[in-house]
T-cell receptor, first 114, second 114 residues
Framework: AQSVTQPDIHITVSEGASLELRCNYS??????LFWYVQSPGQGLQLLLK??????LVQGIKGFEAEFKRSQSSFNLRKPSVHWSDAAEYFC????????????FGKGTKLSVIP | SQTIHQWPATLVQPVGSPLSLECTVE??????LYWYRQAAGRGLQLLFY??????ISSEVPQNLSASRPQDRQFILSSKKLLLSDSGFYLC?????????????FGSGTQLSVL
């Protein structure tokens, strides 16, 4: 069974600084990988996804993520953080297209200092 | 455009009382529907999914049940709530035939069982 680890429970960055949120997965085959963002008291919104092809994927709101098979990682990055990026971020892995089961990490809460 | 409605936004219920959370989707036909739970300090856990009216798949044995009486309506129920049922419940949908490619989440219901 697949699993997802987000090592950082809480990260604080200054506005304008760069950001990297870590995600490691465990799955035997090529996974389908996702990053979702959740604003306080809200549902989740898809930031980006990786199914195949270019290992560097671009998402909404200026985010990108890189799939590194050798490290079993799918880290989320943003070159310059805005105060509105403060939220909780979830990495998720699916075992294949057509599978209804997504495994989510426990999330990383991002705080942004003005 | 498609929208998803989930209610109520917050709910406080005593142990042993029944539960009914409702979710409806507009602007699409035959969606796949999902119920997720987000417990404090944990990631999202898939509880149920449905690919059509009356078709319910349960991912985790528990005190809850789900029903899909209409194409775009998904209901989460319990006959007797437990303290451990407290959490943030999220309804989501995906386009028919795409499974987990992109989940669209509702704004969630914060359930507190006292």
């Amino acid at each position: 069974a697949q699993s997802v680890t987000q090592p950082d429970i809480h990260i604080t960055v200054s506005e304008g600084a760069s950001l990297e949120l870590r995600c490691n997965y465990s799955y035997g085959a090529t996974p389908y990988l996702f990053w979702y963002v959740q604003s306080p008291g809200q549902g989740l919104q898809l930031l980006l996804k990786y199914f195949s092809g270019d290992t560097l994927v671009q998402g909404i709101k200026g985010f990108e993520a890189e799939f590194k098979r050798s490290q079993s990682s799918f880290n989320l990055r943003k070159p310059s953080v805005h105060w509105s990026d403060a939220a909780e971020y979830f990495c998720a892995v699916g075992e294949r297209a057509g599978s209804y089961q997504l495994t989510f990490g426990k999330g990383t809460k991002l705080s942004v200092i003005p | 455009s498609q929208t998803i409605h989930q209610w109520p936004a917050t709910l406080v219920q005593p142990v042993g009382s029944p539960l009914s959370l409702e979710c409806t989707v507009e602007g699409t036909s035959n969606p796949n529907l999902y119920w997720y739970r987000q417990a404090a300090g944990r990631g999202l856990q898939l509880l149920f999914y449905s690919v059509g009216i009356g078709q319910i798949s349960s991912e985790v044995p528990q005190n809850l049940s789900a029903s899909r009486p209409q194409d775009r309506q998904f209901i989460l129920s319990s006959k007797k709530l437990l303290l451990s049922d407290s959490g943030f419940y999220l309804c989501a949908w995906t386009v028919a035939g795409t499974a987990n490619e992109k989940l669209f989440f509702g704004s969630g219901t914060q359930l507190s069982v006292l």
